[in-house]
């Protein structure tokens, strides 16, 4: 399986600033997710970063507070826009298996905490 | 309505116990798969089971192996002679379809602990 090395791997911000968030796949993958995790929440997708195209975001999440990249096959960004204390939580980056029975495989998380 | 339903916010378990974590999902597609993830507290994911909703037989890995009822939209996890380290959030999520969408949703998660 792809092995993905996410960074920073936690952060601590002040309210109102952005905070980008990297992700690196060390094969080329088509599909790159977003996942947020709020404390003691389930994961939820923020968005499908797309090589070549904008991101394709889920219902709830806007380009203007998430704003995200995606350069190349290995390599994808997440910027947290204008962070408020709401926005405390764990990021995920995910890359899909390819085929239809093979899982996602996630980096190991950004913790954020706003203050 | 909710696509992965998991009703067992948390749970306590003898070590060397077995233990099912119960996973019930909804859809109407008739291609699905079906995967279990850990989550310790350190926060990364594991991947630890997957099954199709074309398959015959139960998947199986290691001590892992998944009780599916296609017929009760069922997809339980069992974990067999538990260990202190399977204390952890398990999550249940699904794949639906086959097209270029490959996203997954995820279930709200189990907290298991293992006791000594």
């Known amino acids: 399986s792809a092995v993905i090395s996410q960074k920073p791997s936690r952060d601590i911000c002040q309210r109102g600033t952005s905070l980008t968030i990297q992700c690196q796949v060390d094969?080329?993958?088509?599909?790159m997710f977003w996942y947020r995790q709020q404390p003691g929440q389930s994961l939820t997708l923020i968005a499908t970063a797309n090589q070549g195209s904008e991101a394709t975001y889920e219902s709830g999440f806007v380009i203007d507070k998430f704003p995200i990249s995606r350069p190349n096959l290995t390599f994808s960004t997440l910027t947290v826009s204008n962070m408020s204390p709401e926005d405390s939580s764990i990021y995920l980056c995910?890359?899909?298996?390819?085929?239809?029975?093979?899982?996602?495989?996630f980096g190991d998380g950004t913790r954020l905490s706003i203050l | 309505a909710q696509k992965i339903t998991q009703t067992q916010p948390g749970m306590f378990v003898q070590e060397k116990e077995a233990v099912t974590l119960d996973c019930t999902y909804d859809?109407?597609?008739?291609?699905?798969?079906l995967f279990w993830y850990k989550q310790p507290s350190s926060g990364e994911m594991i991947f630890l089971i997957y099954q199709g909703s074309y398959d015959q037989q139960n998947a199986t890995e290691g001590r892992y192996s998944l009780n599916f009822q296609k017929a009760r939209k069922s997809a339980n996890l069992v974990i067999s002679a538990s260990q202190l380290g399977d204390s952890a959030m398990y999550f249940c999520a699904m794949r639906e379809g086959r097209g270029r969408d490959d996203k997954i949703i995820f279930g709200k998660g189990t907290r298991l602990h293992i006791l000594p």
């Open positions: 859809t109407s597609d008739p291609s699905y798969g």
């Open positions: 995910s890359v899909g298996g390819g085929e239809f029975n093979q899982p996602q495989h």
């Open positions: 094969s080329q993958v088509t599909m």
